[in-house]
């Protein structure tokens, strides 16, 4: 679980308002001594997956972590998993119900069932190969879309309130979340991908279980199988087996 102590070397900027969260860390990026993290007490143009707009109200989590890693593309794309423990475990703290708390692949957080958070992880080049990655987080603290506004079909959104009763600042949340980040950024450097994977596993929802994977125009039903070394989707149809690096996925 993480603790309330803030990383060492880490920044933090808090905002009252800005465009994106993500869109602010690559603007600040050239300026910072190291890894930092950016709120924002409201969004403007925040967004979610394929440049959907991402409903900012005030009182709900709109953060970025920013950083310049060295390894390669494929590498840096892995830090989804990272964040998605960080918020798995700072959600625990946060209402107490760590049993409650499921990660759905590729990059969602579900409470009681409910998409409750979000990452977007956007990468820039820079000068002389430089890399900016920015790990954009929404968190429904407060309050969430009406379930009408999703898509037939996708999860319905909760919020932290709604479903523990538990009512969070922004700031008080990133409280959690940065140390946490930091925990299991150090398990990353230092082990690679695979004690990454088998804890996200361990807190996976459906797995072994009937999913649908949509990708483009294709829908492919199957059993979610497990991710692979590459953070790829394994999905068991009953005539093959698949490894899918991108897709929407319904339950």
């Known amino acids: 679980m993480s603790d309330s102590t803030w990383p060492d070397r880490v920044g933090r900027v808090a905002l009252p308002f800005v465009d994106s969260t993500n869109a602010e860390a690559f603007r600040r990026a050239p300026h910072l001594p190291g890894p930092a993290w950016i709120l924002a007490a409201e969004q403007t143009a925040g967004r979610g997956r394929r440049a959907r707009p991402w409903a900012s109200p005030r009182g709900n989590f709109y953060a970025t972590h920013v950083m310049q890693p060295s390894e390669p593309p494929q590498t840096i794309a892995l830090r989804s998993f990272v964040a998605a423990l960080a918020l798995h475990d700072a959600l625990s703290v946060a209402t107490g119900s760590p049993q409650a708390i499921a990660l759905k692949w590729p990059n969602d957080v579900l409470l009681s069932g409910g998409k409750v958070a979000g990452i977007l992880l956007e990468c ?15 968190v429904n603290l407060i309050g969430h879309p009406d379930a009408a506004q999703v898509e037939p079909g996708a999860t319905p959104p909760v919020s ?63 059993i979610f199988d497990s991710i692979d070394a590459k953070g ?18 319904f339950f």
């Open 232 to 249: 790829n989707l394994i999905l068991r149809t009953p005539h093959t087996t698949l490894a899918i690096p991108a897709a929407e996925v």
């Open 124 to 138: 820039q080049t820079a000068g002389q190969g430089s890399q900016t990655l920015a790990i954009g987080i929404g």
């Open 160 to 222: 932290v309130l709604s479903e523990s009763g538990q009512r969070l600042t922004p700031e008080g949340f990133l409280a959690l979340l940065a140390p946490a980040y930091a925990r299991w950024e150090a398990v990353f450097i230092a082990q690679g991908f695979a004690p990454i994977r088998t804890a996200w596993l361990g807190r996976a929802a459906r797995l072994g279980e009937p999913i649908r994977a949509r990708t483009g125009t294709h829908d492919r039903q199957g």
